[in-house]
């Protein structure tokens, strides 16, 4: 996708805040025997193309009203994901602002999701 450079300008504002991992880092969370919440933040429509295994959808424009009610625990493990991470990146700085402490951007989101071969729904 081709992206503005105002989008991309947010975006690297938003990574410099958020702590991010690649598919591999996710893996190894998940061989530690780690159970961190996967959230897809894209839209409703992309969800219901198909989403990885498991994740709960809050979608970025509802991220902020949702995830207190979804998710109350602000200490648990948060991986988000979207597209290919940069949309992810600005709901994670958002959440982050609203006081979680474990959040995490999956970086490459759905794209890298669907190359590691877990599983998807």
């Known amino acids: 996708m081709d992206h503005t450079p105002g989008f ?3 975006v690297e504002e938003a990574k410099s805040h958020v702590r991010q991992t690649d598919m591999a880092g996710y ?3 998940l061989s ?5 919440l996967l959230v897809d933040v894209r839209e409703d429509n992309e969800w219901a193309a198909g989403h990885a ?3 709960v959808h809050i979608g970025k424009g509802v991220i902020e ?3 207190e009610r ?3 625990d602000k200490n648990a493990t948060l991986v988000l994901y979207c597209g290919g991470g940069y949309r992810s990146a600005l709901a994670a700085d958002a959440v982050g602002k609203m006081g979680y402490t474990n959040v995490i951007s999956l970086d490459g989101g759905w794209r890298a999701y669907q190359e590691s071969g877990l599983p998807v729904e």
């Not at 530690?32 to 961190?36: R, V």
């Open 8 to 10: 991309l300008k947010m």
């Open 27 to 29: 893996q190894r969370m």
């Open 70 to 72: 979804t998710v109350p």
């Open 65 to 67: 009203r949702d995830i």
């Open 53 to 55: 295994a498991g994740a």
């Open 32 to 36: 530690a025997g780690e159970k961190p």
